[in-house]
């Protein structure tokens, strides 16, 4: 068989680019995909093998952005055999009031929208492909179980994407499209740098949490894709050990 083939949302920093730059190191051939070109380059350069990644720079709230990606992909591999759902947003802390419908329509289309769009062109390359078949795996976060304060938008559509991910694995059976779920807490990376100086509590309080090395989260997602397609890790909760997930509130 050829070169496995993978495609990394919002690869130009944190988690995306970890996982894509491990997912290169164990032998994948990996697209990069986000909006900026430029993060995109940085994240390119530090793959031990740069021939290993290419670039193709979309915005994957846009539906034709997102056609354009795959046709790209199936014109240049032939093929993808795993798409890792990663790219995502927030809004700042609001109280849950004073939440705008601009606030919530953004994290809305990049968190949910933008994760179906991938996700079906996904099915429709990896439907038509030979061998049949591939493995989706979403970034579903510690909030797709609970909440943070004043978190309604990406709460809401992190618990949206633990729904269809539990779709897409049981539509995708028949296409030998092999779906799973990473939920991820306080992995350390530029999003998570407050956690040091004290974040909202459910009580009310500040204070600081532990965090983990992103790194872990790439093994944990290298480990999932490499399972054959008879084998699918569902939902996978990886955490810094102390942070106040079980308990919370």
Known sequence: MTQKVALVTGAGSGIGRCTALA??????????????????????????????????????????????????????????????????????????????????????????????????QAFKLMKNQTPQGGRIINNGSISAQVPRPNSAPYTSTKHAVAGLTKSIALDGRKYNIACGQIDIGNASTAMTTKMSQGVPQADGTMASEPTMQVTHVADAVVYMAGLPLDANVLSLTVMASAMPYVGRG
């Open 23 to 120: 997912l290169a190191k164990v032998g994948y051939k990996v697209v990069l995909t986000g909006r900026h070109a430029a993060t995109l380059e940085q994240t390119a350069a530090m793959a031990e093998l740069t021939s290993q990644v290419s670039i193709h720079v979309a915005d994957i709230t846009r539906p034709q952005d997102v056609e354009d990606l795959f046709a790209h992909i199936q014109a240049t591999s032939g093929r993808l055999d795993l798409l890792f759902n990663n790219a995502g947003t927030n809004t700042s802390a609001t109280l849950f009031e004073d939440l705008s419908y601009d606030q919530w329509q953004q994290v809305v289309s990049v968190n949910l929208t933008g994760t179906f769009l991938c996700t079906q």
